[in-house]
C-alpha cells in the first residue's frame, strides 16, 4: 500500500514536464565503465551515472551546480536514477557522491520553501519524504563518498546511506543545522539521526544545530570514516567490495530489519507530516527567517 502510494508520486513526477526524457542521456563511456564493455555512463541533466557492471557497482553523482541544493527537479532525478539502478540486476550498490567541487549538497532547495504556494510546499515535501524513504530502504548497498560541505538535507541524504566515508577538510562540516535557520528537523530527520548517533548525541546536535568538522563527525559517529580528500573514492569502492560480499538476501533482510520500523513511522503518518510541513512553512515568522538567511547567503559574496 505504502509502496503504491510512493510509486503514484514518482510516476506523477514522471509525467511533469520537465522530468520528461529524463529517463536515458546516454553519454560518454564512463571511466568506471568496467574494463570497455560498451556500458556507457547516463543519467539526466543533473545526475550522471557512471555504471561498473563488472563490480556491480554504480557511482551517481549529483551535479546541479553551484551547491547541490535539492530542488524538486534535482530530486526527481535522483529517484528516477535510483529506481533505474534497483531495476537493473546488473548493480548491487552504487557510491552517492558531488560532483559540484566542495560541495556533497547544501540540503533542501531554500527557495522550494520561500514564496511559494502551500499547493507548493505539498508537491516539494511529499518529493523529500519519497526521495528518504526509496535511499533509507534502498535494496542496494548505498555508500555516500562525502566530497563537501553537507548541512541540513545533505546530511540527511548521507545518513540513508548504509556507509559514509568523508574527505578530511575542515571546511567539510555536515550536520543537521536547521534550528540555525529558525526551523525544525521533522521527527524522521531526527528518528535517523537518533539511529545513527544515539538519543543525547542527536539532542544536543539538533538544538545547537551543529555542523560537524570531519574530526568531530567521526568522533560523534556521524560518519564512519575520514580520509585524505584523494582517497574519498577509492576507499568507498574498498568499502564497497567489502558489503557487497556478504550474501545480499542475508544483507537486505538484515537492512530492512533494521530500518523498516523508523520508516513506518513516516509512512502512517505521511499526510500528517506534509500538513505539519506546510503549516509550518507558511508561518509569516519561518518565511521570514528563511528569507533573511538567503539574503545573508547573497550578502556573503558583496
Ligand atoms: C514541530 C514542528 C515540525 C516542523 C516541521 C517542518 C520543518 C521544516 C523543515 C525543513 C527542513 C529543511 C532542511 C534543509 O536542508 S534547509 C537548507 C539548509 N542548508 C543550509 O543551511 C546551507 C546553506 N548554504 C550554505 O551554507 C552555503 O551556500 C554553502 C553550502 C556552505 C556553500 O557556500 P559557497 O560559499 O560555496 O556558496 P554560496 O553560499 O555563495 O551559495 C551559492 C549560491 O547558492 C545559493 N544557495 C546556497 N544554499 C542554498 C540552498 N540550500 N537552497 C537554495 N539556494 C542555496 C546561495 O544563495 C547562492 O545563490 P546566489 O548565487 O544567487 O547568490
Redesign the pocket.
Known sequence: MALAVGMRVLTRALLRPWARGLRVAPGRTGPAAGGGDGMRCFGSPRVLVEPDPAAGVAVVKMRNP??N???LEFLTELLISLEKLENDKTFHGIILTSDCP??F?????????CGRKPEHYVEYWKA?QETWLRFYLSNLVVIAAIN??S??????LSLTCDYRVLANNP?Y?IG???T??G?????W?KDTMVNTIGHRATERALQLGLLFPPAEALRVGVVDQVVPEDQVQSTARSVMAQWLAIPDHARQLTKTLMRKPTADRLLTERDA?IQ??V???CRDS?QKSLHA??EK??Q??G
Open positions: 553551484p551547491v541544493s535539492l530542488s566542495g560541495i549538497s547544501a540540503g533542501l532547495d531554500l527557495t522550494e520553501m523529500v563537501g560541505v548541512p541540513a538535507g545533505g546530511c540527511l571546511k562540516t543537521l543545522n536547521e540555525l535557520l526551523i525544525v528537523a521533522p521527527f530527520f507530516d505539519t510541513f503549516r509550518f512553512i519561518v538567511y538567503l547567503l547573497k556573503k559574496k
